[in-house]
């Protein structure tokens, strides 16, 4: 069976109606630019899906009518008649005007939807419009959109496969002159329109600043550092009030056990190494020690400050609001705006980050999210560790690893959009009104990701630790200790010794970044090694998870992308601060 031939789809209207940013949200990011045969016109195609088939959308140049008087006008009437379906992009806040080339395109008999663009503007400066007796008036469909914030897109779409597996015939319609054309607008105007004055409410001023870039990304930081703050808060309290005392209660439990065992393998797995003759759960690296305690003790404290002050966000009606600010920056990496959520998880903790990208639509981009998490966002456990090496040298030198992560971020974002085959969509997303958050809604939505995470992430990092243990005992660790010591003093410019504490990030990075102290490393070596640290591999909790999210080939590939990325950055970041 022959594939159905590619719809051709037309984006038309006035110019400064907002095409280019619904031509965005259609097609996503890869876009070709081209000259229009004979002339220095240029106007944008690219791909979209409708129904699970591929058609071509062409943003034709916006132009008042189809009576041309210029060679833009020329190439958009030239245009017309190559199309299968028209999109006519209309100023609802100056419908009057518009509507002259709306009339004119209706006249073509091509199947045909209205899009009104700016609809919140029309809230905001009192104008309503019945759509219903437009519709009506018109004889095609029409559809209310935000295009800055994507509200009104899906219904769009949804329009567009009505009208691709509808088997009616455009009715054909006679056409008129001129003055008819402003006679019938007059009327339309009158029938379907009402304007009234009225003032912007306090809440439509606030939805406003926190989606325009210019003051929107002031407030994103705000609100990001607010919930961090929150975070802490939260899980340090966790953590001292509840956690700790419990595993203190539990440490003799687990000293008897320690005792009963007699040393050897089942010994190492369960419990692990004795510290000075001790437990120790941090770096006893057992099943029933550091097992429980990172996960119970450690991670999931954080885990739920993190879920509790994403539900809010989310529940007030911020978060899709986020979402849309940075589409266009995530744009870049072949994502969307939906992938901050993973960044702002990640900061946290990794491994809900890791969980995250199941959010985004396809094996692309989830392979990019989950790629530039492991190889640039440090969770807050290592963050925390990193201030607390470097804060005594200076501000400067956490700057710099900060500044590191980001470039390595941004090139990584670049460059894997690019080599990584396959779409990356548009974001479709309503936003909602601001509101006072249910706390009964925040909390059951909390307990159940917190749930999600217990059931589904828990049993992977067992494993994780079982299988280091082993790889411990058969001494394979030690054996690629000294194996990684050529690149490690070679390359990056770091002790031999440092080796060592590079293994140990695979299990928990914050406790690895503790043990680049006494190494006697100068503060620019410290910069390189934790900077290392946090893109060579992600910590085993979030490795296993990822085992899950994108299977053992791309995770495989993701994982040589990650060793690849520290050997250059690490060589790099030697060059340029060490100068050796």
Request: include cysteine; hydrophobic fraction near 50%; aromatic fraction near 8%.
């Amino acid at each position: 069976m022959n594939a159905p031939e590619m719809k051709k789809i037309l984006l038309m209207g006035n110019p400064n109606v907002g095409k280019s940013v619904i031509f965005s949200r259609l097609t996503g990011a890869n876009v070709i630019v081209s000259n229009y045969p004979g002339t220095t016109v240029d106007f944008t195609k690219g791909i979209m899906r409708i129904s699970g088939h591929k058609a071509e959308l062409i943003d034709v140049p916006g132009v008042y009518s189809l009576e041309p008087t210029n060679t833009a006008e020329e190439v958009a009437v030239g245009m017309v008649d190559e199309g299968d379906i028209i999109i006519n992009v209309v100023d609802a806040t100056n419908l009057e005007r518009n509507l002259y080339q709306t009339l004119e395109l209706i006249e073509r008999d091509i199947p045909m939807i209205v899009v009104l663009n700016m609809w919140d503007e029309t809230k905001h400066s009192g104008i309503t419009i019945n759509l219903e007796k437009l519709e009506k008036m018109l004889e095609v469909p029409v559809v209310p959109t935000v295009a800055l914030t994507g509200e009104g897109i899906k219904a769009l779409q949804s329009g567009l496969k009505k009208i691709c597996t509808s088997s009616t015939k455009p009715e054909i319609r006679t056409k008129k002159p001129i003055k008819d054309k402003w006679s019938h607008i007059g009327e339309i105007i009158r029938k379907v329109q009402r304007v009234e004055h009225r003032h912007h409410t306090t809440l439509e001023l606030i939805s406003d600043f926190t989606v325009k870039p210019g003051t929107g990304l002031p407030i994103a930081l705000g609100v990001m550092l607010l919930t961090f703050i929150f975070i802490r808060f939260i899980g340090e309290g966790l953590i001292t009030y509840i956690s700790d005392p419990i595993f203190d209660l539990y440490m003799p439990h687990a000293t008897v056990f320690s005792n009963v065992l007699s040393p050897g393998i089942l010994h190492d797995i369960l419990i692990g190494r004795l510290i000075d003759g001790q437990i120790d759960y941090i770096q006893s690296m057992g099943l029933l020690t550091t097992g429980l305690y990172v996960t119970f003790g450690m991670v999931l404290p954080y885990i739920i400050a993190f879920y509790l002050g994403l539900s809010f966000i989310e529940d007030t009606g911020y978060l899709p609001r986020l979402s849309v600010l940075v589409d266009n920056i995530f744009h870049r990496f072949g994502l969307h705006g939906y992938a901050i959520v993973s960044v702002f998880l990640g900061m946290g903790c990794n491994v809900p980050g890791a969980l995250s990208i199941r959010i985004l639509e396809t094996r692309k981009m989830r392979f990019i999210a989950a790629t530039l998490l492991s190889i640039a966002v440090p969770c807050m456990a290592q963050t925390a560790m990193i201030f607390g090496i470097l804060g005594s040298y200076g501000i400067k030198y956490i700057l710099m690893v900060i500044t590191a992560l980001a470039v390595t971020y941004i090139i990584m974002g670049l460059l894997l959009k690019r080599i990584i085959k396959g779409e990356s969509p548009e974001l479709f997303c309503e936003i909602p009104p601001y509101h006072r958050p249910s706390g009964r809604a925040v909390m059951k939505k909390t307990w159940m990701r917190v749930r999600s995470f217990l059931i589904e992430a828990i049993p992977f990092v067992f494993l994780g630790v079982v299988i280091v243990n082993i790889l411990y005992i058969a001494g394979i660790i030690d054996i690629l200790g000294d194996i990684l010591s050529p690149v490690v003093s070679g390359i990056w410019g770091l002790p031999q010794a440092a080796a060592g504490a590079l293994l140990i990030g695979f299990l928990r990075k914050d406790v690895a970044v503790g043990m680049l102290v006494p190494l006697d490393m100068s503060p620019l070596q410290l910069v390189i090694a934790v900077t290392i640290l946090t893109i060579y591999f992600p910590c085993v909790a979030t490795f296993v998870v990822l085992i899950r999210e994108l299977g053992i080939k791309d995770l495989i590939r993701s994982t040589l992308l990650m060793v690849f990325t520290a050997l250059i950055i690490g060589g790099v970041m030697r060059i340029i601060l060490l100068g050796v």
